[in-house]
């Protein structure tokens, strides 16, 4: 190790686990605090704008290649009184999987086999290390898919999509990552292996403890297995997308989409503001057609006829619609996924509140009083098939010191949340709270519920073990 320019806070504790693991388990892999780790102190959420100089030292980190592996980790940590951070891929948005020098980072890069595949249970069983997009490639030739598709599907694992509860353009027709879960197995802090759930789609033999360890952030144990739900690939994809004439009538518009008989697998909506950002880094022209945007994806059999009725129905609530082809259809996913980027520097806070679906309006309403009021920039692309806005609250840095934030943005973002409660929504409806979103978690859970989750959290894990200062 060489280079170091900073010591961690209990570089004894830390180094005599790694040294009691290298010495009892000789196989086991584990990097010490050091240089080639700094990486694992951050997640993208948490992670500086500007690289790390090169002296900056990271947090201790195990790479097990197996369940029982894991479970030395976790003993061998709970005895030092080391607590463990479980990572995937590390890019969660909420410093779920951020690390400090004091705490040993349990990676799953290495348990990244798919163990097995039954088109017949209709189910995969896998390591929480591999990869949404590998998971998907396997399936592929065998008709079958993995629902879950968080834009970051192919660099994050199964695992953190697990934790996460992460969710994805499909939700809409597929669920979130919860209704692909049927079974997982944990290494506990005590270091036992729990299996819950089934790989039945069905199974009500007590607490649902499977649905508390889905989105628990790592917080509660650390999935070492999961058994989730395969779907045949449909036999036909369609996009479809609608242009109105200004921000409020898209979102009017959305009513008739979820009045339709016609369910879509993906319904995504775009306000002018965020229109005119794609068009300007993408060079593209989508505000030439129409102010905002509703992009959806149908699938399955009858595919002419889902597009004939859901056409009929948002051109008569105003739309230009357009059934496109699958080039011109891909391309607009793209401009979804990868479209939007910085132009001008400027300050940046990204939001992931959710609310019902019918109070969309009700939230976008509120922007130009929150620009003005705050003197800020706020515009948003939603997952409006489930209620799920992000966000984006900016402000040109101009001649400004880059480092001089005025505390404005934060102050929308704040307000932003509230109007989200207010109508009752949440928080966040898919990147979590990790260390980011604490004190706004606070503002939607009573101190009753936060106790009762404190009170799970201490019966699974009572010395606080894993990932202490996340989510709750
Ligand atoms: C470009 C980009 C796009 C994104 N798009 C989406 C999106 O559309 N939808 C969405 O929901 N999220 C999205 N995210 C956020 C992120 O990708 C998800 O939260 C993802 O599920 C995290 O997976 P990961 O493997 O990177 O987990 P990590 O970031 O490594 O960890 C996330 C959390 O899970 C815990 N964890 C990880 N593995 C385990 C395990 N085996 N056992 C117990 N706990 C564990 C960690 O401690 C941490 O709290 C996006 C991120 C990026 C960078």
Redesign the pocket.
């Known amino acids: 190790m060489s280079g170091t320019t900073e010591a961690p806070t209990h570089p004894g504790r830390v180094a005599e686990v790694v040294g009691a693991l290298r010495q009892a388990h000789p196989g086991l892999e584990v990097c010490p605090t050091g240089t080639a780790t700094r990486a694992f102190r951050f ?2 959420g948490t992670a500086p704008s500007s690289e790390q100089p090169s002296g900056t030292i990271g947090p201790a980190v195990a790479f097990p290649a197996s369940a029982a592996e894991v479970q030395t980790i976790v003993r061998v940590a709970s005895e030092h009184n080391v607590s463990i ?9 909420s410093g ?2 951020s690390a400090s020098l004091d705490q040993l980072v349990v990676s ?1 890069e290495r348990l990244n086999r798919i163990v097995e595949v039954s088109p017949l249970d209709g189910v995969a069983v896998v390591e ?1 290390g591999v990869i949404n997009a590998a998971l998907n490639a396997h399936l592929e030739p065998l008709g079958l898919f993995y629902a879950p598709d ?3 599907w192919e ?3 199964i ?6 509860n ?4 499909r939700c809409a027709g597929y669920g979130v990552t919860r209704e692909s879960v049927l079974r997982l197995d944990v290494v506990l802090a005590d270091g036992s292996l729990v299996s819950v759930g089934h790989r039945s789609v069905k199974g009500v033999n007590g607490l649902d403890l499977t649905s508390l360890f889905v989105g628990s ?2 917080v509660l ?4 297995r999961a058994t989730v739900r395969l779907r045949p690939v449909p036999v036909a994809r369609r996009t479809i997308s609608a242009f109105f004439p200004s921000t409020l009538d898209g979102l009017d518009g959305l009513d008739s989409i979820t009045l339709s008989p016609v369910q879509p697998t993906v319904v995504e909506f775009f306000d002018e503001p965020s229109l005119t950002a794609i068009d300007a880094f993408s060079r593209t022209a989508l505000r030439g057609r129409g102010a905002s945007l509703v992009l959806v994806e149908l699938d399955g059999y009858g595919i002419d006829e889902q597009t004939a009725d859901l056409s009929a129905a948002l051109t008569a609530a105003g739309a230009v619609v357009t059934a496109e082809t699958d080039k011109d259809g891909h391309a607009l996913w793209e401009l979804r996924r990868h479209g939007r980027g910085q132009t001008e520097p400027q300050w940046f806070v990204g939001e992931d509140i959710a609310v019902p679906k019918s109070r969309l309006r009700d939230v976008y309403s509120r922007f130009a009083e929150l620009e003005e009021r705050f003197d800020v920039r706020v515009s948003a692309v939603s997952h409006a098939g489930d209620g799920n806005l992000h966000p984006a609250i900016t402000k040109p840095i101009g001649d400004a010191d880059p480092d001089d934030r005025p505390a404005s943005l934060d102050e929308a973002a704040t307000e932003l949340v509230r109007i989200a409660l207010a109508v009752g929504g949440t928080v966040t409806g ?3 709270i ?1 260390t980011v979103k604490r004190e706004w978690a606070a503002l939607e859970l009573s101190p009753r519920h936060l106790a009762a989750q404190r009170a799970l959290k201490d019966a699974l894990d009572p010395a606080g073990l894993f ?1 202490p200062g ?2 709750i």
Do not use: F
């Open positions: 997640d993208t951070v479980p990572r995937g891929a590390g890019t969660g948005l779920g999987a799953t929480p968080p834009a970051s660099i994050s694992t695992g953190g999509n697990i934790a996460t992460a969710g994805g353009l952030e790592g144990g650390i999935v070492v898919e990147h979590g990790g990932n996340k989510a």
